[in-house]
């Protein structure tokens, strides 16, 4: 199976970077947001990519132009209709993301693929919402997707072998690396990084260290390009609590128990980058 037509659902970060790297393998992309404004937004996002990538000389001018003539948006979910694969990228909320599979149901043709980008929701979940359980599965791109060559692609036990199948061969075509893995809370990546992100602001919160200091310990003792705080704030810290929730869901260890301090910073609005402040300050 080609997937010559690609939907995108969600306009954060991650469905502007998906969106770019599925127009880049020569797909038609559609992105829907739900309102013009964040529509919008999307496009001036990847217009910002592409600008970086061919002043770093990794697109010409001409490349850029075509991938960016592939994408458009919408904010009608029906717009969807004629995908052959649709990608889900919206807030890491179960009920959220089971309500839009059940829309997505209702819209799409019985053939189309959709898969979540989903870091750490059961999948299973989320494909018994649908009349095509074999047809769903996961595909966890990293932010920048752009940049990070790694994607999970999730098989729930529902799926079939030509989806996963399929789905992976898109993973190639978008010259990114596919790791099969199943369907557990936190696939392979966050069910290993997020104990130790936890286990970071722990120790700030028992003043064993500054931030500071337990970033540079982490770059220099073990080779990371940067440190915990530093990626959390990447990453969100909503989105953390969010995925060590799940995670703690899952398998009750108190590696995975979110620390206070995490979940009182998120209820205060400090949420990384995306707000401005997390534990570093930004700006916007």
Do not use: W
Not at 4 to 9: L, P
Not at 198 to 207: I, K
């Amino acid at each position: 199976m080609s997937f010559g037509n690609i939907g995108v659902v969600g306009s954060g970060i991650m469905g502007s970077g998906v969106a770019e790297v599925a127009a880049a393998t020569g797909a038609t992309v559609k992105v829907r947001s739900r309102s013009e404004a964040s529509a919008d937004a999307i496009l001036v996002a990847i217009d910002e990519s592409l600008a970086k990538q061919v002043e770093k000389e990794k697109r010409t001018v001409e490349e850029a132009a075509a991938i960016r003539q592939r994408i458009s948006v919408t904010t009608n979910l029906d717009d969807l209709a004629g995908c052959d694969l649709v990608i889900e990228t919206v807030v890491e909320d179960l009920e959220v993301k089971m309500e839009l599979f059940r829309a997505l149901d209702a819209v799409v043709g019985p053939t189309t693929i959709i898969a979540t980008c989903t870091s750490t929701l059961p999948i299973i979940d989320l494909a018994m919402q649908t009349s095509r359980p074999e047809r769903v599965c996961g595909v966890h791109f990293f932010n920048p997707v752009q940049a990070m060559a790694l994607v999970e692609v999730v098989r729930p036990l529902c799926a079939s072998n030509e989806t996963i199948a399929a789905v992976t061969e898109f993973v190639l075509s978008c010259n990114k690396e596919p790791i099969e893995v199943k369907d557990q809370a936190g696939f392979i990546v966050n069910a290993l990084l997020f104990p130790y992100l936890n286990n970071a602001v722990r120790l700030l919160e028992q003043g064993v260290a500054t931030k500071e200091g337990i970033d540079a310990a982490m770059k220099g003792g073990c080779g990371f390009p940067m440190g915990p705080f530093a990626l959390l704030d990447l990453v969100g810290l909503d989105t953390s609590l969010a995925i060590l929730d799940a995670l703690y869901a899952e398998y009750a260890d108190a590696n995975y128990a979110p620390v206070p301090l995490l979940r009182r910073m998120v209820s205060a609005g400090m949420l990384g980058r995306k707000s401005g402040a997390g534990f570093y300050q930004y700006q916007q």
